[in-house]
């Protein structure tokens, strides 16, 4: 009876010892993928320039955690356990003087807060402390456990995304000086997709009324564009659709033309300048066309006047029979034009 509980004993004892070192080891294995998961987190962060923060709304106060590089992005002083009261943090929020976009913050953040959103993606203006710079931050946000239909907590990350949003002003920026110019210059933008709709031209609002197909919401059909046409392309001597075909079909990167053009919508006739860039893919076929169209009805306009006045005056002359000379007074040859009439007399 000893023997058989000596026995036993001994086979426990062993069998402990081993769920001993698995459990040991299976600690070990949970320990390394932690540490492995987390390195990888951190470079990640790292590689994206992006803090993490979290929000315990457990806490009698909301208790904000801001990682280290969340500190450095907003500013922060160090604080005990990374820890920072929310009211401080949405004073600096507040201090950015970005009322509009701190309204919206604010709307965004209490659907969270009050379970009825899931999550967030704001960019928002915030007033560093450290320096008072006012910097553009972009955060993306989580809740989590919820309970009686709020959140036990919010997390997520932030990253400073000044540099996108200075873009964003300076091409905002731009397009109103673009649209000005345009404006000023009588010109209007105009886009074709040529692989998805090819006998479709997209008009600027200011290329529809050049055009004279204001309110057409479809743009301008190539069959339309092409009936209006008035005569061969002042550049070429061809026809502007020969032109532009061409362009398209042997690889060309441009097209241009100078054409008359009969609006649709009244049916006067206008002078039009044309100029296009072709995108190609790869194989050299071409898949976009953008351009600019200006309203040159006024120089070639003047340039006909011109020419009927002179066609006017030489009628004059040959009913009176007179011929017509001029001096250039400050030529040092000066140098004398005669009529070619004049020069008949002479």
Same mark, same amino acid.
């Given at each position: ?62 208790? &904000? ?25 949405? /004073?600096?929020? &507040? ?29 928002? /203006? ?47 920026? /731009? ?31 200011? /290329? ?139």
């Amino acid at each position: 009876m000893n023997h058989k509980h000596s026995l036993f004993k001994k086979i426990f004892d062993a069998l402990g010892r081993r769920h001993n070192r698995v459990s040991e080891q299976a600690l070990r294995e949970t320990v390394d993928k932690l540490e492995r998961q987390h390195f990888i987190n951190e470079q990640a962060m790292e590689i994206a320039r992006a803090g993490a923060w979290s929000i315990d709304f457990r806490q009698e106060r909301n208790i &904000m955690f801001l990682s280290e590089r969340a500190q450095k992005i907003l500013g922060q002083l160090p604080a005990e356990g990374d820890l920072y009261e929310w009211d401080g943090v949405w /004073a600096n929020l &507040m201090a950015s003087g970005e009322q509009e976009v701190t309204k919206q913050t604010a709307a965004a953040l209490y659907a969270c807060q009050s379970g009825q959103a899931p999550g967030f993606d704001l960019v928002y /203006a915030y007033k560093r402390p450290v320096d008072g710079e006012v910097v553009w931050i972009r955060s993306i946000g989580r809740v989590d456990g919820l309970e009686d239909g709020r959140p036990s907590q919010m997390y997520g990350v932030l990253t400073d995304d000044s540099q996108s949003k200075k873009a964003e002003v300076d091409l905002r920026e /731009a397009h109103t000086v673009l649209k000005t110019a345009l404006e000023m210059a009588k010109a209007g933008t105009w886009r074709i997709d040529l692989r998805r709709q090819p006998d479709t031209t997209l008009l600027s609002p200011e /290329a529809a009324r050049i055009y004279g197909c204001d309110g057409a919401d479809a743009g301008l059909l190539e069959s339309d564009w092409r009936n209006a046409i008035l005569g061969n392309d002042r550049i070429s001597g061809l026809n502007p659709h020969e032109v532009f075909s061409n362009a398209i079909r042997k690889g060309a990167f441009s097209y241009e033309a100078i054409y008359a053009f009969r609006r649709l919508a009244d049916g006067r006739p206008v002078w039009l300048h044309d100029r296009g860039a072709i995108q190609r893919d790869k194989q050299g076929r071409a898949k976009l066309m953008t351009g600019v169209i200006v309203d040159v009805s006024e120089i070639y306009q003047s340039q006909e006047d011109i020419q009927q006045a002179n066609r006017t005056l030489e009628q004059a002359l040959d009913l009176s029979r007179a011929a017509t000379w001029s001096r250039d007074m400050q030529s040092t040859g000066r140098l004398i034009q005669f009529s070619q009439r004049a020069l008949r007399l002479f």
